[in-house]
């Protein structure tokens, strides 16, 4: 998904976007936000929270693509719950735009905010939301009944997303009476219900126990191959990140530190902080078979073997590439093919070694910068 | 847009909490040296005291608040009241007219009805939120009211209720949604419930007769401006206490304002606000209840006053025990709604037929279709049961044959127990009064006489007295304990000059020290006002007189009641026991409570002291025991696993823990005894709520409104020490 999803065209754009707390948030805002230079950034964030300002959200930019799953990830009060309230303006930024198709969306009126709640945005929320004096159902068509959707038409729309999540034998319940993972399909079905153009979803499955939390993201995954939707998803867990996103934001105190995809991420950790999720992560899970080839021996152009079995298209899992190897003891070496079946490179024992051995390096040593791992990538 | 900025609001208020805690811990760096400013600050206070009380005698401006520097505030009350009368009198008087049609409707109609009819509507009342339990209850309740024949006494103080709760709860609710979104209006409306809900019930009386003229319409006013701020308070609770994810939820769904209000915020909060109802009911009953002391009504607390003052306590028992009943009865009905589950969708269905017009035709069809079919089924009974009882006229009115004269039995009952136990229950008064209440009342220099203490006291005692508190203080300084040390001085000499004859600049000294200490300069000013006002008013005498009740009521339930608390949450079978007693005793309204202690103590300030002390305990132990059983488990089993034994569990993991709770009670307590002690003033104790009662028997609107608001400023300025401590303990905690 992650090389097309680039080339999709842009639904939700995120720029310059500030949200400070404070009396007078305005007085930082017009005086040097122009300023584009990192330091200045970071100098007017200090002045604000030396003057009792709270920069939550500091110069947040990000493209949001169709059909993308772009999951913003950061410990809690990095700001990543007020980013995804400033593009939904349930909080209203203090500075910056939020293009939505284009239209800026901090500029509409209150009649068009709710008219664009109603039709094109849905959300979750962590403590699930849910209305305790409605039934399953009736919190469901709950957004319909608000636009005042004829019943027939609430009954249809609401049944099939309750189908989605799977509750439909749970229809007449109260939320008091689900279990967690069940009230958060309750409320996925909800958001889902309008059929939104863009979903927004803060920290879903935080609130649930780690097994629950593993099903809601397969099924969370399964729902988004049906729906193609475009996603802005907050997490604090690395891992649910790298499990879902087709591009990762990494949040730290309000200020994004690098936006890419997970493979990308765990090879290239922008600085330290961002190591440190990293080197936590069993990367054989993750990086797939084209990050971690070597060039293609010059005698290899033609076909040496031509043995099919040590042919293995660029997107396999490591895990599988070392599965292939411990099945089969006489193979030294795989053969990388594109989506056109043209070899780019080959895997072998070394090379894996090699690129599962630095991100390692990364983790034990956090003083190793970018510029030695480069030369790495660059050698391999 | 208003949403999105209360959201934002809350979440910078979150926020800002980091530098907050930055200045705490500043001020504990700073520690050192506040700890010597407030030493030496200690040292003045109690050498100011000690001088005043070694001058009391020579200086007469220390003994008494000087009469020239009185201001006439009586007069002035008084002439602002009659001009106001007379300026727009005819309008209040107009109200009166037209509250009393409905308020006379419903009566006439509860006294028409068969008695069978009537009971046969609360059962199906009681059925819908109590189930079969609760319908027994109920039958029992009014069939009690049949057989001592005070049925009809018992319908003109239901009618009376009626009416008031469904105005009483629509004023509260409108105002409480005012507030809510008008952030100007909570700042005018919270205040005034403050004030309104601590001045005395009795003192409501006073104005509310000026304005209205007589009868039983007074009652209802009354009743429908002291019931309505519970609703008030709830509704604003009920509405801010929404998870604000759910209202975020509400927006994402695109509701409009209108639309979030009434199908996500009012929905949510319905349970709080239904709470209010309950609360509001009681407040109702136990108002209509008290304004029976302006006669005119013939309803269940006059009945009960008449023959209280006859000393007739066998009728006034079984009269009071009428009001206990009704009393339950209602709150459980109320209470019982509150905690139904389709009561709303019910409301829901109704919210929303209005909200948008054609989907839900259906559902309203339905509703109406349900509603009408069951107001017909309701018609329909009461048609058969009325005509039926036309024909058997027993059950229509109660024959007066089937009455049962139980009061003539209890009175001799009554009497022989008084007479059996006479020496016991004289001793238990004369030595709780001679060596506990005399002291703090009037002092040891006079208390302490050869009537009372069996000698006389001679210089020496004082001397010993003086030195054994300068002992305790001296152990306190060597233990670095100053604020103790101070705290026994001065009390030693409040126990040495009494309460009464305590120097007026050494008490006002204190207690405004103390208010700086515990809320900063904003307490302490309104501590000064409000003492001043006191002093000025030229009721200094009888605040002391009634502050020293209250002291050593209130001190007692609170110790009383957390004692009780604490056992009730180790022992379940205990707090099973004390559950129904503790509802008895807080449903029933205050002048019930006197009854029995009238009945054996005769009237008097001990009397006073028990009825207080029954009434105020109940919230210390509720709010101890709550607070006990909430502390987690985890931290017990921590605990426990520590090693500790059973008592070091209770006081050093449990009791600190559950400490605001504790003061939270503890603030209960000294409101609900302060509303007793006005009460209180029937059975004869001197001070502000003698005057209040003075003043209403008069018709002196002046004397009555001065001490009402002495009460009411005794009553704000304990809250807000209170509320002082638990910030202030809080902001420890935190530390």
């Known amino acids: 998904m992650s090389d097309t999803a680039i080339q999709r065209p842009v639904k939700l754009s995120c720029k310059h976007l500030w949200k400070v707390y404070g009396d007078k948030p305005q007085q930082f805002i017009n005086s040097s936000l122009t300023a584009e230079s990192v330091s200045d950034i970071d100098q007017l964030a200090s002045s604000m929270r030396q003057k009792n300002h709270m920069p939550a959200a500091i110069d947040v930019s990000f493209d949001v693509r169709e059909g993308e799953i772009f999951v913003i990830m950061g410990l809690s009060g990095s700001g990543k719950s007020t980013v995804v309230r400033c593009l939904s303006r349930l909080v209203d930024a203090t500075h910056g735009e939020v293009l939505l198709d284009g239209e800026d969306l901090l500029a509409k009126n209150n009649r068009e905010l709710i008219e664009i709640r109603r039709h094109k945005m849905g959300m979750v929320f962590q403590n699930f939301g849910l209305l305790p004096n409605l039934s399953v159902y009736e919190n469901v068509a709950f957004p319909l009944k608000l636009q005042k959707m004829s019943e027939q038409q609430q009954r249809e729309k609401a049944s099939r997303v309750i189908e989605l999540v799977g509750l439909t034998d749970r229809e007449n319940s109260f939320p008091h009476q689900l279990s967690g993972g069940q009230q958060q399909r309750v409320g996925i079905a909800r958001s889902l219900a309008v059929e939104p153009d863009v979903w927004f979803l803060d920290e879903p499955f935080s609130a649930l126990d780690p097994l629950i939390r593993r099903q809601m993201q397969d099924e969370f995954l399964r729902i988004q191959q049906v729906l193609n939707k475009s996603i802005v998803f907050i997490t604090h867990d690395f891992l649910e990140a790298l499990r879902i996103a087709d591009r990762i934001a990494i949040m730290r105190d309000g200020k994004i530190v690098q936006i890419d995809t997970p493979q990308a991420l765990i090879l290239n950790p922008a600085d330290d902080y961002v190591a440190k999720f990293t080197s936590e992560v069993p990367k054989i899970k993750i990086l797939q078979a084209d990050q971690c080839m070597q060039d293609l021996p010059a005698i290899d152009n033609a076909r040496v073997s031509g043995d099919s079995q040590t042919d293995i298209d660029a997107h396999l899992p490591l895990e599988k590439v070392l599965q292939i190897f411990s099945t089969n003891a006489d193979v030294e070496q795989l053969r990388v093919l594109n989506a056109q079946k043209e070899s780019i490179g080959i895997v072998t024992a070394k090379s894996i070694v090699n690129t599962l051995g630095m991100g390692l390096d990364k983790g034990l040593d956090q003083s190793d910068k970018m510029s030695q791992s480069s030369q790495h990538t660059q050698a391999v | ?735």
Not at chain 2, 23 to 42: D, E, K, M, P, Y
Not at chain 2, 180 to 201: G, N
Not at chain 2, 334 to 358: D, E, F, W
């Open chain 2, 1 to 735: 847009m208003s949403e999105s900025q209360i959201t934002e609001k809350e979440i910078s208020q979150s926020y800002q909490l980091e530098p907050e805690s930055n200045q705490i811990s500043s001020c504990f760096v700073n520690g050192s040296i506040t700890a010597f400013v407030i030493r030496f600050q200690l040292l003045w206070l109690v050498i100011v005291c000690a001088l005043c009380l070694v001058f009391v005698n020579e200086v007469a401006v220390l003994k008494q608040f000087p009469k020239q520097w009185q201001l006439p505030f009586v007069p002035v009350f008084n002439t602002l009241m009659d001009s106001f009368i007379s300026f727009s009198g005819s309008s209040f008087k107009g109200v009166a007219m037209l509250l009393s049609y409905p308020m006379n409707w419903i009566r006439e109609l509860l006294q028409w009805l068969p008695w069978c009819a009537v009971m046969l509507l609360t059962a199906g009342v009681s059925y819908r939120a109590g189930g079969f339990k609760l319908v027994v209850f109920s039958i029992v309740s009014l069939f009690y009211m049949l057989l001592t024949g005070l049925w009809e006494a018992s319908m003109n103080s239901l009618a009376l209720v009626l009416i008031s709760v469904p105005l009483a709860v629509m004023l509260g609710f409108s105002l409480g949604v005012l507030g809510f979104f008008s952030k100007r209006s909570q700042r005018v409306i919270l205040p005034l419930l403050d004030i309104a809900q601590t001045i005395p019930a009795f003192a409501y009386l006073l104005p509310i007769l000026l304005l209205f003229g007589f009868g039983p319409v007074v009652g209802l006013i009354a009743s429908i401006l002291f019931a309505f701020a519970p609703m008030v308070r709830n509704t604003l609770v009920g509405l801010q206490q929404v998870d604000p994810q759910v209202i975020e939820s509400g927006l994402m769904s695109g509701a409009t304002s209108s639309q979030l209000f009434f199908l996500v915020r009012l929905p949510s909060a319905l349970k709080q606000i239904l709470l209010g109802v309950n609360q509001t009911t009681m407040a109702s009953l136990s108002m209509v209840i008290i304004a029976s002391i302006i006669g005119g009504t013939a309803d269940i607390g006059w009945e009960v006053l008449s023959t209280m003052r006859k000393a007739q306590f066998g009728e006034s028992l079984v009269a009071g025990l009428v009001i206990v009943l009704l009393a339950m009865m209602l709150d459980r009905i109320t209470a019982g709604l509150a905690q139904r589950k389709s009561l709303p969708v019910v409301v829901q269905h109704i919210v929303l037929a209005n909200n948008s017009g054609s989907m839900n035709s259906r559902f309203m069809k339905m509703l109406r279709q349900s509603f009408l079919g069951r107001l017909c089924l309701l018609l329909a009974i009461l048609f058969v049961v009325t005509s039926i009882a036309s024909v058997f006229e027993f059950l229509w009115v109660w024959p007066g044959a089937w009455y049962i004269d139980s009061s003539s039995i209890l009175n001799s009952a009554i009497t022989d127990l008084i007479s059996e136990f006479k020496g016991v229950l004289t001793s238990i008064k004369n030595n709780s009064l001679f060596f506990v209440m005399l002291p703090l009342k009037i002092g040891l220099d006079q208390a302490i006489s050869p009537f009372t203490w069996g000698f006389s006291a001679t210089i020496w005692h004082g001397v010993i007295y003086a030195l054994s508190c300068l002992m305790i203080a001296t152990f306190f300084i060597y233990t670095k304990r100053f604020n103790w040390a101070a705290t026994v001085i001065v009390l030693g000499m409040v126990f040495y000059s009494g309460l009464v004859d305590f120097p007026w600049p050494a008490f006002c000294l204190v207690a405004v020290f103390i208010a700086w200490h515990l809320g900063g300069v904003k307490l302490a000013l309104a501590t000064f006002f409000g003492l001043g006002f006191l002093l000025l008013s030229g009721s200094w005498k009888k605040v002391m007189l009634s502050f020293y009740l209250c002291t050593i009521a209130i001190f007692i339930a609170f110790f009383w009641g957390t004692l009780l608390g604490i056992v009730a949450a180790s022992n379940k079978s205990f707090s099973r026991f004390m559950r129904p007693i503790n509802d008895a005793l807080q449903t029933m309204p205050p002048f019930v409570m006197l009854i029995p202690f009238v009945m054996l103590f005769k009237i008097g300030e001990f009397t006073a002291m028990l009825a207080i002390i029954f009434y105020a305990y109940v919230p210390a132990f509720r709010y101890c025991e709550f607070g006990l059983r909430k502390v987690p488990l985890e931290i017990i089993e921590a605990a426990t696993s520590m090693g500790t034994t059973k008592l070091q569990l209770l006081f050093q993991v449990k009791l600190p823990l559950a400490l605001p709770n504790i003061m939270l009670g503890l603030n209960q307590s000294i409101m609900y005894g302060i509303s007793m002690l006005v009460i209180t003033a029937l059975v004869g104790t001197n001070g502000l709520g003698q005057q209040v009662y003075i003043g209403l028997s008069k018709g002196d609107f002046g004397i009555g409104i001065v001490a009402g608001i002495g009460m009411a400023i005794i009553a704000m300025l304990a809250d807000r020490f209170c509320q002082a401590w638990q910030r202030m303990y809080a902001a420890n905690a935190v530390l």
